[in-house]
């Protein structure tokens, strides 16, 4: 069955710092990947999109990058600010997409 | 651009009573809005896909009697939440596609459901 991982739960970094996701599926093979961000008690909000033929894509200070071999993506926050604090998702699919469980950061001032 | 609305943010209800919320694109044509539940700590699980004028297809698992979704049109999708039990107590999040160049789909801010 489809699998989709997110390193790990929490992510606690100094303001400044590059925050990295990491996001591993299993049993896939997405033609694009998908980032959100998600606050508490919100919706999530889109962030970038990623096609399987791209390797690299860029938004200000936000990085994603997706490796079909590897089936995994790797999700970038440079210069972290406390507003970068939330709970980022990775999402699979061509049309319906799967979520994985999420990665809460917290930037520290 | 691409702003999707819940209403209402939240609902408390009595167990056996039906809610009804609803799904608005406000600045675009949503060809598919999905609908999804999310328990605390976990991620959104897909509950059903619905497109403008059809029947909502239903992910396994989900009753289709109990979540009743109307596609009204191409800006409005409602979830009701029929004869509604505790256990239903969720926060429950529309999304809708339509809104970009790609497959990115544009979630409204959710609505939280308390059966009591």
């Known amino acids: 069955s489809q699998k989709i991982e997110q390193n790990s739960e929490a992510l606690n970094i100094q303001e400044g710092k590059t925050a990295t996701l990491t996001c591993n599926y299993t049993n896939y093979s997405p033609a694009y990947l998908q980032w959100y961000r998600q606050d508490p008690g919100r919706g999530p909000v889109f962030l970038l999109l990623i096609r399987e033929n791209e390797k690299e894509k860029r938004k200000e200070r936000l990085k994603v990058t997706f490796d079909t071999t590897l089936k995994q993506s790797l999700f970038h926050i440079t210069a972290s600010q406390p507003a970068d604090s939330a709970t980022y998702l990775c999402?699979?699919?061509?049309?319906?997409?799967?979520f994985g469980a999420g990665t809460t950061v917290t930037v520290r001032a | 651009g691409a702003v999707v609305s819940q209403h209402p943010s939240w609902v408390i209800c009595k167990s056996g009573t039906s809610v009804k919320i609803e799904c608005r694109s406000l600045?675009?044509?949503?060809?598919?809005m999905f609908w999804y539940r999310q328990f605390p700590k976990q991620s959104l699980m897909l509950m059903a896909t619905s497109n403008e004028g059809s029947k909502a297809t239903y992910e396994q698992g989900v009753e289709k009697d109990k979540f009743l979704i109307n596609h009204a049109s191409l800006t409005l999708s409602t979830l009701t939440v029929t004869s509604a039990h505790p256990e239903d107590s969720s926060f429950y999040i529309c999304?809708?596609?339509?809104?970009?160049?790609?497959?990115?789909?544009?979630f409204g801010p959710g609505t939280r459901l308390t059966v009591l």
């Open positions: 600045d675009f044509q949503a060809t598919t």
């Open positions: 999304s809708a596609r339509g809104g970009g160049p790609g497959n990115e789909q544009f």
């Open positions: 999402a699979l699919g061509d049309y319906k997409l799967s």
